[in-house]
């Protein structure tokens, strides 16, 4: 938990370089261009069903570069004291986030691929799943 709390959360909209010719469109995550991770998890979420919602974690350590690569998508985050809405809506559009950031994906078009890179391999123990223990962690009082 100490370790966990000294955690400062990192979050940045990336605008990424569109390549784009007479025969149209290429994107490239590059580590050290774009991208300030090894990668080695990559997954992706799809077909998810209208009105629902997603996430509701946040991860100790992890670093990760979310993209709509398809359709749109609403990022909600909470991080170091601040919530903000994220709107991926185009495949040249990354959000990294690192640390404790605490987030759900919303409003998903039907058409909505969301592809998310990770720094590291899935690790059950690298969530937190329950809001109370997240602000428990970053010293927020007002638990909703
Ligand atoms: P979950 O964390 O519930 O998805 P989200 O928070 O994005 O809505 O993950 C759904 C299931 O997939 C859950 O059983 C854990 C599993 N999973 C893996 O096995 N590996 C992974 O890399 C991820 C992200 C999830």
Redesign the pocket.
Known sequence: MEEAKKMVAKLELVSLKEMGDDRGWLVVFEKGLNIPFDVK?C?F?YGTKEGLA??F?AHKKSKQMLVSVSGSVEIHCEANGKKEVYLLDAPNKGLFLEGMVWHTMENFSSDCVLMVLADDY?NEDDYIRNYDEFCALTNKENAK
Do not use: V
């Open positions: 998890r997954f979420i997603r996430g974690h899935y």
